[in-house]
Structure formats: structure tokens, C-alpha cells
């Protein structure tokens, strides 16, 4: 992970170098802090993946060495099919059209959107996936 966090480092420091560019060249209060935004966000994906890579150890792929045979084993959990989201969705869907058409509807929707995160977190611990 060293190699993703020093292109990231870099991308942040090409845009720390853009933002005051463009700030001096077009005077943009809304581009230069999209820039600076983006600066930022770099920096910190950069400072998180250098903190990573600090405490993995080599991977296989960051290695000359390697064979295939070593990147083997168990990659991770995927999760199946979730419904989730969807509501999720809705729910979201809901809260916007309550802000346009009227607070009790966003209510409702803020109600929803509670039992749908509450079922999406939960939802390893009951029903079909449970484990």
C-alpha cells in the first residue's frame, strides 16, 4: 500500500499546487475551494493509506519476488443480495420530497430511514443470512 499512498500524496500535492494557481489566475471563490476540497480529501486518502501500509505486512503484490501461488487464501466476505439499499433510497426519496411538499412528510421519511438503517445493520444477526 506505500505505492497507492505516495500517488495519492502526489495527487495531493499537485492539486495544493493548482488551488493557489487558479485562485490568483481566475479569482474563483467556488473552483479554488473545489480544489481545495479535493486537496484535501487526497491528503487525507494519502495519510490513511500510509497508516495502513504501516501496519500490514508485505503484501504479495508489493513484492518482485512473488508468485501467483501467494496472493491464495481467502480474499474476503461478500456479502449476497441485500434489499436494503433500496429502501434506503425510498426513504431518502421521501425526506427530499417532504422538504419540497411538506414537513410531516420528511418526518415520515426520517422515521422510515431509521428502521431501514437499523435493518441494513442488523442484518447478518436475523432471517435468511443470519450467521
Same mark, same amino acid.
Given at each position: 500500500?506505500? +505505492?497507492?499512498?505516495? +500517488?495519492?500524496?502526489? #495527487?495531493?500535492?499537485?492539486?495544493?499546487?493548482?488551488? @493557489?494557481?487558479? /485562485?490568483?489566475?481566475?479569482?474563483?471563490?467556488?473552483?479554488? !475551494?473545489?480544489?481545495?476540497?479535493?486537496?484535501?480529501?487526497?491528503?487525507?486518502?494519502?495519510?490513511?493509506?500510509? #497508516?495502513?501500509?504501516?501496519?500490514?505486512?508485505?503484501? @504479495?503484490?508489493?513484492?518482485?519476488?512473488?508468485?501467483?501461488?501467494?496472493?491464495?487464501?481467502? *480474499?474476503?466476505?461478500?456479502? @449476497?443480495? !441485500? /434489499?436494503? @439499499?433500496?429502501?434506503?433510497?425510498?426513504?431518502?426519496?421521501?425526506? +427530499?420530497?417532504?422538504?419540497?411538499?411538506? /414537513?410531516?412528510?420528511?418526518?415520515?421519511? *426520517?422515521?422510515?430511514?431509521?428502521?431501514?438503517?437499523?435493518?441494513?445493520?442488523?442484518?447478518?444477526?436475523?432471517?435468511?443470512?443470519?450467521?
Amino acid at each position: 500500500m506505500r +505505492v497507492e499512498a505516495w +500517488v495519492i500524496g502526489l #495527487v495531493a500535492a499537485f492539486f495544493g499546487v493548482v488551488s @493557489p494557481v487558479y /485562485w490568483l489566475l481566475t479569482g474563483d471563490e467556488t473552483g479554488t !475551494s473545489a480544489l481545495v476540497m479535493t486537496t484535501l480529501l487526497a491528503a487525507l486518502m494519502a495519510f490513511f493509506l500510509g #497508516v495502513v501500509a504501516k501496519q500490514l505486512p508485505d503484501r @504479495p503484490e508489493d513484492r518482485l519476488e512473488a508468485d501467483v501461488v501467494d496472493g491464495a487464501g481467502e *480474499v474476503g466476505f461478500f456479502p @449476497p443480495y !441485500s /434489499w436494503w @439499499p433500496l429502501y434506503g433510497a425510498l426513504a431518502l426519496g421521501t425526506c +427530499v420530497m417532504g422538504v419540497i411538499f411538506g /414537513w410531516w412528510l420528511f418526518i415520515i421519511g *426520517v422515521a422510515v430511514g431509521a428502521v431501514v438503517l437499523v435493518g441494513f445493520v442488523f442484518e447478518y444477526y436475523r432471517g435468511y443470512h443470519a450467521h
